[in-house]
């Protein structure tokens, strides 16, 4: 991975074989990063999604490997018990196959680049899990 900083905005490769979620807390890790919004695009060659099924309480997650571009992943970036967590929700296509898959991103890495933005905001919004949901929520502690 390496990036650049502009202001308040982060320039984002993470390269071949990397891990998306992995690299992103590294860098948020390095810099200080609490809290922020996210958005990038490249190739994954392996991913897994889920869905979160409101019966159960838990993700029903699926993982796909091939060739995949990432035609969108967004999301925010905050805290969990002071370390950096990420709500980052993905789209990976590949029109040879006729195939899409989207999904809450679980794990995600890198076949060519991955070209993500990440805009840094001051402040810290604390992830709380939330029994009557089943999902960890926005705690607002100030």
């Given at each position: ?5 502009f202001e308040n905005t ?47 309480f838990a993700y029903q ?32 296509g590949n029109p040879e ?46």
């Open positions: 991975m390496e990036y650049r900083k982060y320039f984002i490769r993470i390269d071949r074989g990397e891990e998306i979620l992995a690299s992103l807390a590294e860098l948020c890790t390095k810099e200080q990063i609490t809290l922020g919004t996210l958005y990038g695009i490249g190739a994954v060659g392996e991913v897994t999604l889920g869905v979160f099924d409101r019966k159960k997650s699926k993982t796909y490997t091939g060739d995949f571009e990432i035609a969108s992943c967004t999301g925010t970036v905050t805290t969990m018990e002071g370390k950096p967590y990420f709500h980052l929700h993905m789209v990976v196959l006729d195939q899409c898959h989207g999904g809450h991103l679980n794990r995600g890495v890198i076949s060519l680049t991955g070209e993500f933005v990440l805009t840094a905001l001051p402040g810290t919004v604390e992830r709380r899990y939330s029994p009557e949901v089943g999902l960890n929520l926005f705690e607002f502690l100030n």
